[in-house]
């Protein structure tokens, strides 16, 4: 039982890159989200997943886009990536409603 | 939308002693708010949650209270470990959107 996966763990972009933050979950749970973490700024939240085919936008959702592939998986993707971009990224889930999350090991994104 | 911080940004503790890692949130309308620990190159780690209709809820050694009348919220670690040592984090919100302060890093001394 992996719990939430996401790859890859670290990335390095040139600026005007694009790329695909993949995250997947093994506990049957309906609501996926993706943060940002920033030194000083605490967690924010780009775009969740109440349930699959659905998908809202959170606090920061400007410069990304999400796909709800299936239950299982919810990705990230920076069409052209900016050194504002850079960050640890997280992504989680939750049952319907559900308060306790449950965290992937994030992705340390790098922009030059 | 919410506005979470955390009153101090490091805290350090005697090994044995009782912790209290304190927050403060803005929006009354907040339905659940809930204190993660997140331990270095990790994810956060949900610890413990309490509705905005309670004020107190216990759990394994930790306990949160909440102050509705001041917008506060505390986290008490009893007999703090070492593997206590961490980023403490407190959320607030409803629904699918939690608004996370910045965090309280909790150092413990052997």
């Known amino acids: 039982n992996a719990g939430v996966t996401q790859t890859p763990k670290f990335q390095v972009l040139k600026t005007g890159q694009s790329m695909t933050l993949q995250c997947a979950q093994d506990?049957?749970?309906?609501?996926m989200y993706w943060y940002r973490q920033d030194p000083g700024m605490g967690l924010r939240l780009i775009y969740y997943?109440?349930?699959?085919?659905?998908?809202d936008k959170g606090e920061v959702p400007n410069g990304y886009n999400v796909s709800r592939l299936n239950k299982r998986e919810f990705s990230l993707r920076l069409e052209s990536a900016a050194p504002s971009q850079t960050s640890v990224y997280f992504c989680?889930?939750?049952?319907?409603?559900?308060?306790?999350?449950?965290f992937g090991q994030g992705t340390r994104l790098t922009v030059v | 939308g919410e506005s979470v911080g955390l009153h101090l940004p490091t805290l350090s503790v005697q090994e044995g002693d009782n912790s209290i890692i304190n927050c403060a949130y803005s929006?009354?309308?907040?339905?659940?708010f809930i204190w993660y620990k997140q331990e270095s190159g990790k994810g956060p780690q949900f610890i413990i949650d309490?509705?905005?209709?309670?004020d107190k809820r216990q759990g394994q050694r930790v306990t949160v209270l909440l102050n509705k009348t001041v917008k506060h919220l505390s986290l008490q670690i009893a007999a703090t470990q070492p593997g206590d040592s961490a980023v403490y984090f407190c959320?607030?919100?409803?629904?699918?959107?939690?608004?996370f302060g910045t965090g309280t890093s909790l150092t413990v001394i052997p």
């Open positions: 989680a889930s939750t049952l319907v409603g559900g308060t306790e999350a449950f």
């Open positions: 506990m049957n749970h309906n609501s």
């Open positions: 997943s109440a349930s699959e085919g659905t998908t």
């Open positions: 929006n009354s309308a907040s339905d659940y």
């Open positions: 309490i509705r905005s209709n309670m």
């Open positions: 959320a607030a919100g409803g629904g699918n959107q939690f608004y």
